[in-house]
């Protein structure tokens, strides 16, 4: 069964730093990807920043030059790093990997709730 755990988030006043992690258990096929997608209210899903096995990046262009993505390959995790944190980046954040079998296989976290206050 897979399992994606996600921890870090909470409160922070705006220009405040706050560290996302998210460990993965049960995949047997290989990771292509892993990353961190945000939903704000009333808003669709969006992606956050995510990181390819080989450690290439890619950053949506309101985070980029403020959180860090990285991984963990041989633990299955992903961490973001979020820094100079505005009000604006309020969402529930999910995980996200992507593994490769015979098809494409998806997985999200449960979410965890990211509040930045002005």
């Known amino acids: 069964q897979v399992r994606l755990v996600e921890s870090g988030g909470g409160l922070v006043q705006a220009g405040g730093s706050l560290r996302l992690s998210c460990a993965a258990s049960?995949?047997?096929?290989?990771?292509?990807?892993m990353g961190w997608y945000r939903q704000a209210p009333g808003k669709q899903r969006e992606l956050v920043a995510d990181?390819?096995?080989?450690?290439?990046?890619n950053y949506a262009g309101s985070v980029k030059g403020r959180f860090t993505i990285s991984s963990d390959n041989a633990k299955n995790m992903v961490t973001l790093q979020m820094n100079s944190l505005k009000p604006e980046d309020t969402a529930v954040y999910y995980c996200?990997?992507?593994?490769?079998?015979?098809?494409?296989?998806?997985?999200w976290g449960q979410g965890i709730q990211v509040t930045v206050s002005s």
């Open positions: 990181i390819t096995g080989l450690g290439n990046t």
């Open positions: 049960g995949i047997v096929f290989r990771i292509k990807a």
């Open positions: 996200n990997i992507k593994a490769q079998g015979q098809r494409e296989y998806d997985y």
